[in-house]
C-alpha cells in the first residue's frame, strides 16, 4: 500500500506542479495568480490523487469513501 500511496502522491504532485506552472506563466506572480493557483491546484490535486488511488486499487481508499459518505449522508456505517 505505501507504494501505492507514494506513486499516487507522485502523480498528484506531477500535476500540482503543471497547473501552478501554467498559471503563473500565464497570470504572473501577483496576488491574483496565487488565488488562481490555490483555486485551482488544490482541487485538481485531490481529484488527480483520487483517481490515481482508484486506478492504483488502495484498499484503504475505500474505508475513506465509505467514512466521508456516511458522515455526509448520516447513513449507518457497513
Known sequence: SATKIAAASAIMGAACYASSTLIHGAAGAGKLAQLANVAVSIPLGAAVF????????????????????TALRNAPRP
Open 50 to 69: 483520487y483517481g490515481a488511488a482508484r486506478s492504483l486499487r488502495i484498499p484503504e481508499l475505500e474505508a475513506v469513501r465509505t467514512a466521508c459518505y
